[in-house]
């Protein structure tokens, strides 16, 4: 079992920035790879960006891309998401999820919900005028 816990979300204006972190807990933590996903009402979850579980890949989706940045630091368990230049259209519950990395055979496999076996609570981000 992995616990994952969310932080960071908030309320803020469009161009502003946040960094969500994923905090783990359980199993080793570089067993997985981890991913945010995001969920805005009435649609579904969606990918945002993953990273291996060394952190030697990386994928963003490309609606975030040259905005977003996922990184991770294995000696604290814990997993970040930097959003700069933050729109409208970004305002959803965030998630992270873990992938065990037996299952990761690509650096594309990481985009797929599917792939994630356990979720965080998620975190509200809202970005309005």
């Known amino acids: 079992q992995v616990q994952l816990v969310e932080s960071g979300g908030g309320l803020v204006q469009p161009g502003d920035s946040l960094r969500l972190s994923c905090t783990a807990s359980g199993r080793t933590f570089s067993s997985y790879a981890m991913g945010w996903f995001r969920q805005a009402p009435g649609k579904e979850r969606e990918f945002v960006a993953a990273?291996?579980?060394?952190?030697?890949?990386?994928l963003h989706a490309d609606s975030v891309k040259g905005r977003f940045t996922i990184s991770r630091d294995n000696p604290k368990n814990t997993g970040y998401l930097q959003m700069n230049s933050l729109k409208p259209e970004d305002t959803a519950v965030y998630y992270c999820?873990?992938?065990?990395?037996?299952?990761?055979?690509?650096?594309?496999?990481?985009?797929?919900?599917?792939?994630?076996?356990?979720w965080g609570q998620g975190t509200q981000v809202t970005v309005s005028s």
């Open positions: 999820g873990a992938a065990p990395r037996t299952t990761i055979p690509t650096v594309q496999a990481m985009g797929a919900l599917a792939r994630y076996q356990y």
């Open positions: 990273i291996s579980w060394s952190g030697g890949s990386i």
